[in-house]
């Protein structure tokens, strides 16, 4: 367990890009994930070449590196008309703006089936990434990210998630994970047992070589709830132990991990990544 964790926490870029490296630092961060766009609605803020050199420098100064965008909540690649019209035209133009001023990984959520079934939503969501990885440029790759379940969620399975990269031929393609949306779907990470279990089912399910981020978050819900309710570290149903699991594990502990966890304030943010790096060990 020597490599050195990559920990970080979802900071906004809405004063720019190398403020958000400035953030990152204040709170001991050495990666960090953020919003491409509003991420309640649609609106993209312009990023300037000069922008986007200050924030490549900045990176190499400071040694913050593979940074995670996420879409917006209101994209829904499983969703059908003009659901389905609005997360392709954003899901091309965010790999594109992603790949421009990082050139790392791009989460974003499977979506909904909007009532029409798993497998209906399933196959919406391999329609959407056929029609837009062709017609997208740039190398950022776009991340999957594991569901709770919750209501029509789609992508709370590893063979879900499986299919769909199945059915998409472009290595462009990964997954992120998110510890409280894999505890409520049903997989127990208070144990490192649990955690390797789990692990295994993924490498089975979709190859770990896929798989290139993870959200760590506390679950406020139970095992098996398939409630998307996320809780500080320590401090919920996974607890403190779990989260140990987690961090010690060999495979998860080589990603880039990003907390997710309630705050009011971004600088709460170094206290939970100060307990992260004590429980890695």
Avoid: W
């Avoid at 649990?194 to 139970?222: C, I, T």
């Avoid at 149903?237 to 971004?266: K, M, S």
Wanted: proline content about 5%.
């Amino acid at each position: 367990m020597s490599a050195e964790l990559r920990i970080g926490a979802h900071l906004s870029i809405s004063q720019g890009l190398p403020k958000a490296i400035e953030m990152a630092v204040e709170i001991g961060a050495n990666t960090f994930a953020y919003f491409t766009r509003n991420p309640r609605g649609g609106a993209a803020r312009t990023i300037t070449p000069a922008e986007i050199e200050a924030f490549v420098a900045a990176k190499e100064r400071t040694d913050v590196r593979d940074t995670v965008g996420h879409l917006p909540y209101t994209v829904n690649p499983a969703g059908k008309d003009r659901v389905a019209e609005f997360a392709r035209m954003v899901l091309r133009e965010d790999i594109e703006r992603a790949s421009a001023f990082t050139g790392e990984f791009l989460n974003f959520h499977p979506g909904s089936h909007q009532g029409d079934g798993p497998e209906e939503g399933v196959a919406r969501l391999v329609a959407t990434l056929r029609d837009v990885m062709p017609k997208a440029s740039g190398d950022a790759m776009l991340l999957i990210e594991t569901m709770s379940g919750q209501g029509s969620e789609v992508g709370a399975t590893f063979a879900q998630i499986r299919e769909v990269i199945d059915a998409v031929p472009d290595p462009r393609l990964g997954v992120c994970l998110d510890s409280c949306h894999l505890f409520a779907a049903g997989y127990d990470l208070r144990t490192p047992d649990g955690v390797a279990a789990m692990v295994r089912d993924l490498e089975d399910a979709v190859g770990l070589s896929r798989v290139r981020a993870m959200h760590l978050n506390d679950s406020k819900q139970p095992l098996g709830s398939h409630r998307d309710r996320h809780e500080k570290l320590g401090q919920g149903q996974i607890g403190r132990d779990g989260i140990r699991a987690i961090l010690r594990n060999e495979f998860l502990r080589t990603l880039p991990i990003v907390l997710e966890t309630p705050i009011d304030d971004y600088r709460e943010y170094a206290g939970e990544i100060q307990v992260a790096r004590e429980l890695a060990g």
